[in-house]
């Protein structure tokens, strides 16, 4: 089964910050989606990569298929940013192929 | 635009009371999934349906029931015999077995008092 790894598991900055989350994998997937929870909120879908780079508006998505390893990027970062970003990794293995990590929870402090 | 619709987004029920969860999609997806959340632990799955009719149990399915009797519709049924039903609750859908066009919902937040 694969195994995805996040990091850091919580971040705290300031508005205007330049934040990058990490997500890892172990074995070769298909597509990688990146999620986003508001605090007692829903899921919002960001981000589903398969290969190179996503932007949209000041979020920034990258995976590096060969080193089993994606990014998200937020420029300027804003209080509104604060949430948890949920990496999934999608891959042959599992009922449903998919694997999420635990989440980073993320602060954005003005 | 199509995508999945869970609803109520907050729900509330009383302790030995089952409780059903709805999912809906309008994507002509063959596959629907559901996952539970709770806090510090990643999303894990509970049940799934690969075609109408059809349905496995996740790695989680001790409490839960589910029906597939429309190809739109995958309710979730958390029973009273789910020991800690307290959590959120995901609903997904994909094509089918190759999980192309994966789409989540934006979920379901459960609280039993």
């Known amino acids: 089964k694969n195994e995805v790894e996040q990091s850091p598991q919580n971040l705290t900055a300031q508005e205007g910050e330049f934040i990058t989350i990490n997500c890892s994998y172990s074995v070769g997937i298909s597509a990688l989606h990146w999620l986003q929870q508001h605090p007692g909120g829903g899921i919002v879908s960001l981000f589903m990569?398969?290969?190179g780079k996503k932007k949209h508006g000041r979020l920034i998505a990258t995976i590096n298929i060969q080193e089993k390893h994606s990014s998200l990027h937020i420029t300027a970062s804003h209080p509104r940013d604060s949430a948890v970003y949920i990496c999934a990794a999608l891959s042959g293995g599992g009922a449903d192929g998919l694997t999420f990590g635990k989440g980073t929870h993320l602060i954005i402090q003005p | 635009d199509g995508g999945i619709t869970q609803s109520p987004k907050y729900l509330f029920r009383k302790e030995g009371q089952n409780v059903t969860l709805s999912c809906e999609q309008n994507?002509?997806?063959?596959?629907m999934y559901w996952y539970r959340q709770d806090p510090g632990q990643g999303l894990r799955l509970i049940y799934y349906?690969?075609?109408?009719?059809?349905?496995q149990k996740g790695d989680i399915a001790e409490g839960y029931s589910v029906s597939r009797e429309k190809k739109e519709s995958f309710p979730l049924t958390v029973t009273s015999a789910q020991k800690n039903p307290t959590a959120f609750y995901l609903c997904?859908?994909?094509?089918?077995?190759?999980?192309?066009?994966?789409?989540f919902g934006s979920g379901t937040r459960l609280t039993v008092v």
């Open positions: 997904a859908s994909s094509m089918g077995l190759d999980r192309q066009g994966y789409t």
């Open positions: 994507l002509n997806h063959d596959a």
């Open positions: 990569l398969s290969s």
């Open positions: 349906s690969q075609i109408v009719n059809d349905f």
